[in-house]
């Protein structure tokens, strides 16, 4: 067995979706906890508390889901698929409410969305939708990955392209965004490996150390064209 020690019960509490592994990068037993494992071990409590946060990551990156603003309800109502250029009402199927499909406040006829004008003005400049979930993040300045807080998305703030499964930040190194990283790769990539692992993705410290040097290596290696 491997002798790696991990919370598995973190890792629900934390919303892990899908199949839960060791995560030491270099596991030699790629060891994973089957299902039927994941439910003798953890308490009814925290499976559904697991459940509960699958389902709200998937309402919050589904664009034709939102929820209903009345904190009696709080149903998952169904948003017409034109509201993303425009705000258009929505009415709750449960509590018979009507909000705005941006703003989320109550609609009436006179109805103007301050929200969207506030954005429109700032939008490409300061303040950005999040690609997945549609979440307002604000970039002061800085590093131009960026990484919501709501769903955990990883994209580039000038094309926003993901970089999910761009670790390296490879998308740096070509096209538009080249040399718009804004920070030294290593800095970035030892900060991403901070986050990933608060969000129960860690890896072992030999990885990490391996992986900073050999970028910084790279870095300071003259390129030649």
Not at 65 to 88: D, I
Not at 143 to 171: E, P, V
Request: aromatic residues 12%.
């Amino acid at each position: 067995y491997c002798p790696y020690f991990f919370c598995f019960q973190m890792e629900l509490l934390e919303g892990a979706s899908g199949t839960i592994t060791c995560p030491d990068y270099t596991c030699p037993k790629k060891g994973q906890l089957q299902d039927h494992e994941i439910e003798r071990l953890a308490s009814a409590d925290v499976l559904q508390h697991n459940k509960q946060l699958q389902f709200e990551r998937e309402v919050h990156r589904d664009p034709e889901r939102t929820w209903c603003p009345v904190s009696a309800c709080q149903l998952v109502c169904p948003v017409p698929k034109e509201s993303s250029s425009k705000p258009l009402r929505v009415t709750c199927p449960a509590c018979q409410h009507h909000f705005c499909s941006h703003c989320r406040s109550e609609w009436d006829f006179r109805h103007s969305c301050s929200l969207n004008g506030f954005v429109s003005s700032l939008m490409y400049d300061s303040i950005k939708r999040c690609p997945a979930c549609k979440i307002l993040i604000e970039r002061n300045d800085g590093c131009a990955q960026m990484m919501c807080s709501r769903c955990r998305h990883a994209f580039c703030w000038y094309c926003l392209q993901s970089l999910d499964d761009d670790f390296l930040l490879r998308h740096y190194d070509k096209g538009p965004c080249r040399n718009k990283l804004g920070h030294t790769r290593a800095s970035v990539f030892w900060h991403r490996t901070q986050v990933s692992a608060l969000f129960g993705k860690s890896f072992s410290f030999l990885f990490l150390f391996t992986a900073v040097m050999c970028m910084m290596l790279t870095a300071s290696m003259p390129t030649f064209r």
